[in-house]
């Protein structure tokens, strides 16, 4: 085996995309809290499509047509919609063989951004080691793409990322001179002994602790719970394999 | 002494600056590999005025008006500047009492960016301390502004945001509730042991040593030669305590 020839890159905002622009590369989406976990549950409870949507209006709108919608804003529910954006709502029950709309702010915001890249990964603690594998088969460049907080950096979306990096790296066929994935592996290397512990002072762990809604803490920082990798493609999202019509082992 | 009442947030590039907008704030400067570093020697070493300009065209300008010009692209010193940009250049018998103009890219973007905000201070290693000590004083809300490189996060940057959120979260006058600030904390103490080991990483470090440039790097690392804290308004820089009035101790 010769050098590693695939560039691996992290990104800590959507609004720093455009700098990292790189068609030919495979982009993995994060927003761990809770977009992205919520996604990845979904899929492995047996969702059939879900439709990232960024407004409210639009959500309402998809409600209309026969979708179920998962949407609040602020903690709340929003009164047309079937149920709040926790990964705990993602039940076989409620959406197996479903399509759903999710109303997220920050996760379809990165998700829409590289629609024109080669292919677009939903990425999540839950299927980390699916993503990596996905990924290394795949051999192209990868940029990692943290979804934030409107537009800032978030801490636990790094730490995923450095935990993604070092899967990528393990396998030989990844290089990478960016500072930011730099950072992120030492990030992750920091939070890696005792995650829930490190996870206690990001920001956004005190959001969802004022809403009440920090239950999925610890969920949305296990590893390896789904071997399922979504997809994004046409405005949808659906599972890797079974849009490449490969069977499951 | 009550609970910390002035907030600390760092910020990652100059294009995320406007999700922590906050004009009563004081913004710091960084830019570490080189031009912080590099406007922090020129005040040590005497300089009355720094212009900071980001193009080649408009630091042709300064040259005709009788401006001492720092310029260079791609490591090569453009042919009507008097030096390139390295903090070497910057001696005093270059650059005592005179007026210079310095052109720089990423810097630059950041200074102008928060020329709104309540003040604006050049930061470094060299002048760390001296820093600390005037935001401390001041008692406003502050915001570190790494320069970063060409919009992306740059780690010797986020290094040093660690090594003056350590100074001011010590002065009892601040509080962060920041995940860059955080982070920046993280991986300052990675770092702080042995400075120079963890900079070897940082793909800036690379970039200099190809161009030959890297001779700077332990000098740029180095904290508190300097007692001086230049200050960016009205399209100057200038040293803080000449002018407040202030006479040296």
Redesign the interface.
């Known amino acids: 085996m010769g050098s590693p020839q695939n560039k691996l890159e992290v990104i800590?905002?959507p609004?720093?995309f455009?700098?990292?622009e790189n068609p030919k590369a495979n982009v993995v989406i994060v927003d761990i809290l809770r977009a992205t976990s919520a996604i990845c549950t979904a899929f492995e409870n047996g969702v059939e499509q879900i439709i990232p949507v960024p407004t409210r209006e639009e959500a309402r709108i998809y409600k209309e047509e026969g979708y179920m919608v998962a949407a609040e804003r602020d903690g709340k529910v929003l009164d047309f919609a079937d149920f709040g954006n926790s990964p705990y709502n993602f039940t076989n029950e409620n959406i197996g063989g479903k399509k759903v709309a999710y109303s997220t702010t920050n996760g379809t915001k990165a998700i829409h951004q590289a629609r024109y890249n080669k292919m677009v990964v939903i990425g999540s603690f839950l299927n980390l080691s699916a993503v990596a594998d996905l990924l290394a088969e795949k051999q192209n460049d990868v940029l990692i793409l943290c979804a934030g907080?409107?537009?800032?950096?978030?801490?636990e979306d790094?730490v995923f990322s450095g935990a993604l990096t070092e899967k990528l790296l393990d396998t030989g066929k990844f290089y990478t001179?960016?500072?930011?994935a730099?950072?992120s592996l030492?990030?992750w290397n920091?939070a890696k002994p005792d995650i829930m512990k490190y996870v206690d002072?990001?920001?956004?762990r005190?959001r969802l602790r004022k809403l009440k809604l920090d239950d999925v803490l610890e969920y949305c920082h296990t590893a390896d719970s789904s071997g399922k990798v979504p997809v994004f493609r046409n405005g949808v999202i659906e599972e890797y394999r079974k849009l490449a019509g490969i069977s499951e082992k």
């Open positions: 800590f905002s609004d720093l455009k700098h990292y907080w409107k537009g800032k950096f978030s801490l790094t001179i960016c500072d930011s730099t950072a030492d990030l920091l002072k990001v920001a956004q005190e």
